[in-house]
């Protein structure tokens, strides 16, 4: 690293630890948004179905549960029965007819609870008239990761901050030396351009690094994440996405001459990759004609790829794509703001 980069880039590293507001958007608010999604959306027990028993006893209700401990049944009259199945306090009614294995039901097809509850109690009630029925042996419980939300989210969250740090950490940051009239001052001095733009870029982008590391040790400490695959694919893979997205912040700042133009391009850029390429739920949930434009995102390619590693125990063969995709915003970008890019 030449001699002016490397001072420059010393500048802005002092720069930022000497604001401690920086200092808590960087590393603290992204934590804070981790562990508060997370413990909200953290897998749950199996979900207890209430039944209401209509016209039977206690012992019926007892002889059911005790056959699915799943199942919360409770005797009731008719009206009493029917008001809380309307109110959603129950998810289904039992009436017994001709036998005790033998039941009507009334449920709300409309309702996912009521469905469930219709399932199990005809699972129940099958095996129960034909004893003979072949069932598995035994089973058993299991809980892995890769599969819970803390996990989808988790990489959507890495793609995210590299996003906002490249964007708004460069992007913001040159606007707002142009705006206080800062950055033409710097035409009489011998810096390069190149040099300047560079060494925000890598400022920016290491911040960021030590941001996702503590992202991850989190992920590990409070949710038991691992990562399955490759951590030098994976540390290419968000080196290249830190970079793409500074190039694209580079860009808006070369033209934008007043804060609240910058704000509104970055955040024209920012908010429908938030919405479209999969930080919190998955970008396949859209229309098939939309694809091809969301899966050319450069959040995208970096979701993608960072949920392929990390998940799904990928390597340098699954992130091809996607830093293709990345390379190409990046180069692009960069490119485009050196041609663009005045001190005035």
Same mark, same amino acid.
């Given at each position: 690293?030449?001699?002016?980069?490397?001072?420059?880039?010393?500048?802005?590293?002092?720069?930022?630890?000497?604001?401690?507001?920086?200092?808590?958007?960087?590393?603290?608010?992204?934590?804070?948004?981790?562990?508060?999604l997370?413990?909200?959306?953290?897998?749950?027990?199996?979900?207890?179905?209430?039944?209401?028993?209509?016209?039977?006893?206690?012992?019926?209700?007892k002889?059911?549960?005790?056959?699915?401990?799943?199942?919360?049944?409770?005797?009731?009259?008719?009206?009493?029965?029917?008001?809380?199945?309307?109110?959603?306090?129950?998810?289904?009614?039992?009436?017994?007819?001709?036998?005790?294995?033998?039941?009507?039901?009334?449920?709300?097809?409309?309702?996912?609870?009521?469905?469930?509850?219709?399932?199990?109690?005809?699972?129940?009630?099958?095996?129960?008239?034909?004893?003979?029925?072949?069932?598995?042996?035994?089973?058993?419980?299991?809980?892995?990761?890769?599969?819970?939300?803390?996990?989808?989210?988790?990489?959507?969250?890495?793609?995210?901050n590299?996003m906002?740090?490249?964007?708004?950490?460069v992007?913001?940051?040159?606007?707002?030396?142009?705006?206080?009239?800062?950055?033409?001052?710097?035409?009489a001095?011998?810096?390069?351009?190149?040099?300047?733009?560079?060494s925000?870029?890598?400022?920016?982008?290491?911040?960021?690094?030590?941001?996702?590391?503590?992202?991850?040790?989190?992920?590990?400490?409070?949710?038991?994440?691992?990562?399955?695959?490759?951590?030098?694919?994976?540390?290419?893979?968000?080196?290249?996405?830190?970079?793409?997205?500074?190039?694209?912040? =580079?860009?808006?700042? +070369? !033209? $934008?001459?007043?804060? %609240?133009? /910058?704000?509104?391009?970055?955040? #024209?850029?920012? &908010?429908?990759?938030?919405?479209?390429?999969?930080?919190?739920?998955?970008?396949?949930?859209?229309?098939?004609?939309?694809?091809?434009?969301?899966?050319?995102?450069?959040?995208?390619? =970096?979701?993608?790829? +960072? !949920? $392929?590693?990390?998940? %799904?125990? /990928?390597?340098?063969?699954?992130? #091809?794509?996607? &830093?293709?995709?990345?390379?190409?915003?990046?180069?692009?970008?960069?490119?485009?703001?050196?041609?663009?890019?005045?001190?005035?």
């Open positions: 690293m030449n001699a002016p980069l490397a001072q420059l880039l010393l500048t802005r590293i002092r720069e930022f630890y000497r604001e401690p507001s920086a200092i808590f958007w960087v590393y603290g608010f992204p934590l804070l948004m981790a562990l508060i997370g413990f909200a959306f953290q897998s749950k027990p199996v979900e207890v179905i209430a039944v209401d028993l209509v016209g039977g006893t206690d012992d019926d209700a002889l059911l549960t005790s056959k699915d401990d799943r199942l919360k049944i409770t005797v009731n009259d008719e009206t009493a029965a029917r008001n809380r199945l309307r109110t959603d306090k129950t998810s289904l009614l039992l009436y017994p007819i001709d036998g005790p294995t033998r039941y009507r039901m009334e449920y709300d097809n409309n309702r996912p609870g009521s469905v469930l509850a219709k399932t199990a109690l005809e699972s129940l009630l099958i095996r129960e008239a034909n004893p003979n029925l072949q069932v598995p042996a035994s089973s058993e419980l299991t809980s892995q990761t890769g599969g819970r939300y803390i996990d989808f989210l988790l990489p959507g969250l890495i793609g995210t590299l906002g740090g490249g964007l708004f950490g992007g913001f940051l040159i606007v707002d030396l142009r705006v206080r009239k800062l950055l033409k001052r710097f035409v001095t011998p810096m390069r351009k190149t040099d300047f733009m560079l925000i870029m890598l400022s920016r982008l290491m911040f960021t690094l030590l941001d996702i590391v503590i992202l991850l040790v989190a992920g590990a400490l409070f949710f038991s994440m691992k990562i399955y695959g490759s951590w030098l694919a994976l540390g290419v893979l968000v080196v290249v996405g830190g970079m793409c997205f500074a190039g694209m912040g =580079l860009v808006i700042a +070369s !033209r $934008a001459k007043t804060l %609240e133009a /910058g704000s509104g391009m970055l955040n #024209a850029i920012m &908010l429908p990759m938030y919405l479209l390429s999969g930080v919190f739920f998955s970008a396949t949930n859209f229309p098939d004609w939309a694809q091809p434009f969301i899966q050319a995102l450069p959040l995208t390619a =970096l979701n993608n790829g +960072s !949920r $392929a590693i990390i998940n %799904e125990g /990928g390597g340098f063969e699954v992130i #091809a794509g996607p &830093l293709a995709i990345l390379a190409v915003w990046g180069v692009g970008s960069f490119a485009i703001a050196l041609k663009l890019f005045r001190w005035r």
